[in-house]
């Protein structure tokens, strides 16, 4: 299941321009690239928003939904921007309370799950008691219990973040410890060889090694801490965006609904991307950890510099085929000339 | 020459007794409950709101097969419909993705939309637009989506280059090479996705029916909390849990007995 997620980078965004635009250390041509990332970044959004409202207006069509109930993308905009109320205002304040509430909840759950997959690594017994049951509980509808976790801690901030670091924990905890665990055995043995401890072990090779995993998890958690803190403020505080989506429903407001739907869409995926993007960033700094997918059979393969991650084969089968690749590289990507 | 002899002590201690994962994975379950009596027992003594393990099970025992059951079959239903379409449409769109390379980006980024859609806010939306069980069905449909997108895609994407140039050779298409190589590569990626996307139907389902409906786990818990039978609400969370975890299990072993190939990790 890890590979899966942490596959879900490589399908879902980076492509091969943005990449380049983004990736390429040094400090030449910044306005270039800068531009490009930018040039790219907006296209991919516009191709997202295009697709969306698609779908949106072919689902109202497919399921013949009434006009009453059913609201288009244009309606959504007519009432949030066009009217004379303004009504987008009287969103501010659950906005803010909601993205604090899941903010709170996917960092207190991260946390807590690097923090024990590291305590695994460094006290095994402990993984084999726990690992079977945090993968049972993975799998558990956590969000079905808030009735009984606000009947223990309340109805405050307290359980709201419980509910959403709960909703977090499972999964990141499996996902990190797991990588952590996949570390290369040549990797560990030439730390044992030079009489590395635990600890430093730990420190240069498992943790650098499970960083793609724990971001994969933090962009896979994003969207789940939403809906913990959702399901919490609707079963719990009634505050915030979760509870007014409910109300609306209650009272019949379709044009409510349907705009803290399209909003709370909006946040998540933009916490998606933010964490997408500081993803790459920092993965910039761990250039060796980076990974490529190799043409040739579609195996990874370590790169040394960041650039195109698919379409291209890996050193050892470029050399093996005997292809056309000569070296040749474009002015902006030639290593600078040692002195 | 240690990391040698290290590590076979270790597949020899593994050899040797095999059951020590399934005991020290039961001794976590032991100490949960552990913990549990414990707390109830000090802290949250006389916290009606904390019942104690055999409180639970001693509720459980008395609602009984015949209040359980039915709710059981309600939601199992409902979200077997949902993991039915769900995965159908997820690995239609997947198919699609790697037969036309043009429509790959906007559908990955659509299913993308799917998963950061969070299914407390679409709920309320299909609670309106469908009538019965179907916005249960399509909760539990959209909660599993993605994920089975992305292990098709995986799946598909990894298949054997040689077998699919084989198919080249003979004059095959995408669609041959699809049929014939790739789906069956794409099996071990499916059935790991798929083993999440059994729990997850369960919990789209619970959720459609805390929006409203006449019966099933979800509405059994709501019913419980308001009637302030903390005692039954555990119970119920407990036996959604039991459910969920079947679901993952029977997953798991389909998956095993059709892709007996496949390396059991993770």
Redesign the interface.
Known sequence: MTAVYSAVTDLTDGTAADQDALGQPGAGNWPRRAAKAVVVSVARGALTLVTVIAAWYAFLAIFHVQDFVGKTPLDVWRYLVDAPAGNLSQFYQPSLITLRDAGLGLAAGTVAAVGASLSFVLWRVAAAVVMPMAMVLRSVPLVAMTPLIVGIFGRDLTAITIIAALVTFFPTLVNVSLALRRTPQESLDLCHAYGATPLITLWKVQIPNALPALFASLRIAAPLALTGALLAEWLATGQGLGNQIITAQAQSEYDLLWSGVVLVTLYSMILYDLIGLAERMIMRRFGAVLTGRCSHDDHPYPRHQPGRRRGRPCPAHRRAAGSHDDGWLPAHRRPRHPA | V??IARRTTDTAATGLDRH??LV??L???V??VGVWQLLTATV?SGNI??PTPWQVLHGMITDGWGFYWPNIQTTTWEAIQGFLWGNLLAVAVAVVTVLIPLLE?????????T????????G??F????SGEEPKVALAAIAFFF?TV??T??GL??S??TSLDLIHAFGGGSWKKIVKVRLWAALP?LF??L??A??AA??GA??GED?GGSSG??VA?INA?QTLD?TR??GI?IA??VV??I??GIVALLGRLVTPWARAA?
């Open positions: 240690t990391t020590r994962p020290l994975g001794s976590g379950l100490i949960l949250a709101l904390w980006r906007p559908l990955l980024r659509l299913s993308v939309v998963y950061c859609l969070p299914i407390v806010a679409i309320p939306i609670a309106i637009i469908f994920p992305v292990g895609v995986v994407r990894s054997d280059r990626s790991a996705a083993r999440i059994g729990p369960m919990l619970i959720i929006l786990l979800g818990m909390e903390i609400t555990w969370a959604a849990t969920a975890g679901a993952f993770s």
